[in-house]
């Protein structure tokens, strides 16, 4: 039997992808997770945010920013270098030491601090690229067509300085939600991963106080997941990787049903620790035994709807039937 898959356009023996996330800036985790069966890892985001704030506070030990003029663009350009070399030289030890796929993951909001480094991350050894766009629509001088030139500009001025395959992770709100991941996918990226994640925000009733910092996903989440699987993958043009609320080697067939290419895991292996991967695969092959399937292909995208009337339709007698007379 075969669990291999594609991910990025690359192959990939296993479609249990490790999200980006704490446990893969560390090499020793790395090893542990290729040994434990993952089809490939994405890498610990750098953040734009991190770079442009270690620009400030170095430039300020350095100097006040005032005092240099013109040569505080030398200086935090230099200052950004060294941030960045940091996780090039990760990326070109991990690359020695690992045979599965690596993807370098930048979470960022603009292009401009990007184009030079996303060839420099090609040349350290990265097999791919995937973007973290987070952008929560809040703003109301923000529209959608914003939001989208911003996804545009950055997907295009990515593809002009590498040739590295892209993966855009997007958060769960977009007003045409649709129609918007279908333009993503024709501007030539190779993958969607539906979800990134958003940060909970709470309330702290004693001290009258927004609280952040549910660090997990709940297992609920994976149902958010599963339906916009359910209702994309036949839509666009490029594999999705399934993220947010997978828990269960059950949740990884569900998702592969509804026509993800592959799913993303993070909360789970902090919880169950880092072989849990083997039980996500390991569950995936008995259920395909069962059912008498050799390969993904056979069963990938058998329940993924499309977007037509009838499936409409369908979705809102559902809701009727489920919700009228309780
Ligand atoms: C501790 C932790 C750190 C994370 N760091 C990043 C990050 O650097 N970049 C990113 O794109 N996502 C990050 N994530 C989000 C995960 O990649 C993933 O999208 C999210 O946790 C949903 O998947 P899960 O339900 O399997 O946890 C992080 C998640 C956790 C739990």
């Not at 008498?292 to 499309?306: E, T, V």
């Amino acid at each position: 039997m075969n669990i291999g898959t594609q991910y990025l356009g690359l192959e990939i023996k296993s479609p249990v992808v490790v999200a980006s996330c704490g446990l893969s800036r560390n090499l020793d985790n790395l090893k542990r997770l290729e040994d434990a069966g993952a089809g490939a890892i994405v890498l610990k985001s750098v953040f734009e945010e991190e770079i442009i704030f270690d620009i400030k506070r170095n430039t300020h030990v350095i100097a006040p920013v005032n005092n240099y003029g013109v040569s505080y663009d030398y200086i935090s350009r230099q200052v950004a270098d060294d941030s960045m070399q940091r996780y090039l030289d990760f990326v070109a030890e991990a690359k020695r030491s690992l045979s599965i796929p690596l993807v370098s993951s930048i979470h960022c909001y603009s292009y401009e601090n990007w184009v030079t480094y996303a060839k420099q991350i090609q040349e350290a050894g990265s097999d791919a690229l995937e973007i973290n766009i987070s952008l929560l629509p809040y703003e109301t001088s923000v529209s959608g067509d914003d939001i989208a030139r911003t996804f545009n500009d950055i997907v295009l001025t990515l593809k002009k300085v590498t040739t590295l395959p892209i993966g855009v992770k997007v958060g769960a709100h977009f007003t045409d939600m649709a129609k918007f991941m279908q333009q993503l996918s024709w501007m030539g990226v190779q993958g969607i991963t539906l979800f990134a994640k958003e940060m909970p925000l709470d309330v702290d009733i004693e001290a009258e106080e927004i609280k952040y910092g549910r660090h997990f996903s709940h297992p609920e989440e994976f149902y958010n997941t599963l339906l916009w699987v359910t209702l994309l993958s036949k839509q666009v043009r490029c594999g999705i990787a399934a993220s947010s609320g997978v828990s269960s080697s059950d949740d990884v067939v569900k998702l592969i049903l509804a026509g993800a290419e592959t799913v993303q895991v993070a909360s789970c292996l902090y919880q169950n620790g880092l072989d849990y991967v083997r039980q996500l695969n390991d569950g995936l092959g008995q259920w395909m035994q069962a059912k008498g399937y050799d390969s993904l292909s056979q069963f990938r995208g058998k329940l993924a709807m499309k977007g037509n009337e009838k499936n409409s339709l369908q979705l809102r007698t559902q809701f009727m039937a489920h919700y009228d007379d309780v």
